[in-house]
């Protein structure tokens, strides 16, 4: 089964909810300019195609002290499917990994650790992130300051079909 394509109703749709998750189906259809139920029942083929994946709060870091940010660069033994695969199933079970990418480059992940501070980043480091396996070298990077944090995706207009 093919999604259908999405046309501009479904494109602002996406854009609401992603400012605001907890916006009510009035307020969304108000804005949109659709009636409740046709409103509704969009969404509900968003979420079940998957182009919504769920709903989240955003925290102040440091109210919940977690305002203390690593970058780590990680260079494995060897990139053999085998490596790549036991590293990546590994790293998903590090709570304190917020995210993991691999990179192509210099080296071959780029992970993110939130944490309350260089104490508690050091007993990560070393109690979970140097155990990973394959791991060959970290480099870290502290963050001094985060100057800008979104989670929300820019849905270029003119990538949006005009209907």
């Keep these: 089964m093919t999604d259908k394509p ?36 969009r969404l509900k083929r968003l979420e079940r ?11 102040n870091m440091r109210k919940i002290r977690q305002n203390y940010v ?4 990680v260079k494995l033994e060897a990139t053999s499917r085998r490596h790549i695969d036991e590293f990546n199933k590994a790293v998903k079970k590090v709570d304190a990994i917020q995210s993991c ?29 140097n155990d990973l396996p394959g791991l060959y070298q970290t480099t870290s990077f502290p963050a001094m300051e985060e100057v800008k944090r979104n989670s929300t995706v ?10």
């Excluded at 195609?49 to 925290?59: K, L, N, Q, S």
């Excluded at 690593?70 to 660069?73: A, L, N, P, R």
């Excluded at 993110?112 to 480091?125: A, W």
């Design 70 to 73: 690593v970058f780590i660069q």
């Design 101 to 129: 990418h691999m990179m192509a480059g210099g080296f071959d992940y780029l992970l993110k650790v939130r944490c309350r501070d260089m104490e508690d980043y050091r007993s990560i480091l070393t109690d979970c992130i």
């Design 154 to 163: 820019h849905l270029a207009h003119s990538l949006i079909q005009k209907y």
């Design 6 to 41: 999405l046309d501009k109703f479904d494109w602002q749709i996406l854009e609401a909810v992603q400012e605001n998750g907890r916006m009510s189906l009035a307020d969304l259809s108000d804005r949109i300019g659709l009636s409740k139920t046709p409103c509704q029942l």
């Design 49 to 59: 195609e998957g182009y919504i994946t769920g709903y989240h709060a955003r925290f």
